[in-house]
C-alpha cells in the first residue's frame, strides 16, 4: 500500500512569489492535515481538510490556504512567499474515524530567496 | 488549549545505554498519545501510540505508558542503538480539535559507537 506521498520533493521560490504543493493521502484516508516545520519552530499545524472541506486552520496569515479534492487528494497555497517561509512542509492523512494517528509524507522542503 | 512539553534535548547516548524521553501534556478530555521520530532529512513517522489511560504502546524496542495520574507518556528504550538516532516527537489528538495532532517541540536523540 502506497504511504502519503507529496510534491514536489524540493522547490525554490523567489520572495513575493506563490507556490503550490501537493499531497495524496494514503488510499481511503479522508482527512489531510497539513504542518510547517521550519528550523527552531517546531510543528505548527497549518491546515485540516476533511471530505473537501477545510475543518480548521492554525495561526498561520489567509495567504496560506488550501484546498482537498473529491479524491482526498490536497493542494496548499502559499501566496506572496516571504523568506521566513522557507521550511520543510508536511502532509499528513488519517482514516474517517480513527485516532489512530495520522501518517506522514516526506515532506516538501521549500527554499525562499 | 491541549499542550505537549517534551524534554528539551539534545540527548547524547553511548550505544546500549538506556533511553528516557520525558513527555508531559495538558489537555481537556481524553487524547490519545503518541511518539513519532524524524531520522534525518525525511518526514515523521509513527513510533507507538496509545490511545487510553494505562495503554501501553510499544515498537522496535521502545515503548511508552500513558499515565493519566501525571499526564505523561514518557518513551523509553532499554539499549538504543547508533540507528536510533533521530529527533523524537511527542503529541497528542483528540476529537475537539478534529485529531490534529498537537506536536511537542521534539528531542533531538544522538547515539555513539
Known amino acids: 500500500e502506497a504511504g502519503v506521498t507529496q510534491s514536489p520533493t524540493h522547490l525554490i521560490k523567489t520572495r513575493g512569489q506563490q507556490v503550490t504543493l501537493r499531497c495524496s493521502p494514503i488510499s481511503g484516508h479522508t482527512s489531510v492535515y497539513w504542518y510547517q516545520q521550519a528550523l527552531g519552530l517546531g510543528l505548527q499545524f497549518l491546515l485540516w481538510?476533511?471530505?473537501?472541506?477545510?475543518?480548521n486552520r492554525g495561526n498561520f496569515p489567509p495567504r496560506f490556504s488550501g484546498r482537498q479534492f473529491p479524491n482526498y487528494s490536497s493542494e496548499l497555497n502559499v501566496n506572496a512567499l516571504e523568506l521566513e517561509d522557507s521550511a520543510l512542509y508536511l502532509c499528513a492523512s488519517r482514516a474517517r474515524g480513527a485516532n489512530r494517528g495520522a501518517f506522514f509524507g516526506q515532506g516538501t522542503r521549500l527554499t525562499v530567496v | 488549549g491541549d499542550s505537549v512539553t517534551q524534554m528539551e534535548g539534545p540527548v547524547t547516548l553511548s550505544e546500549e545505554a538506556f533511553l528516557t524521553i520525558n513527555c508531559t501534556y495538558t489537555a481537556t478530555g481524553y487524547p490519545s498519545l503518541f511518539w513519532y521520530v524524524q531520522y534525518p532529512g525525511e518526514g515523521l513517522q509513527l513510533l507507538l501510540k496509545?490511545?487510553?489511560?494505562?495503554d501501553k504502546g510499544s515498537n522496535k524496542g521502545f515503548e511508552a505508558t500513558y499515565r493519566k495520574e501525571t499526564t505523561s507518556f514518557h518513551l523509553e528504550k532499554g539499549s538504543v542503538q547508533v540507528s536510533d538516532s533521530a529527533v523524537y516527537f511527542c503529541?497528542?489528538?483528540?476529537?475537539?480539535?478534529?485529531?490534529?495532532?498537537?506536536f511537542g517541540k521534539g528531542t533531538s536523540l544522538l547515539v555513539t559507537p
Open positions: 481538510y476533511d471530505e473537501g472541506e477545510e475543518r
Open positions: 496509545a490511545t487510553k489511560a494505562d
Open positions: 503529541a497528542l489528538s483528540a476529537p475537539n480539535s478534529g485529531y490534529a495532532l498537537n
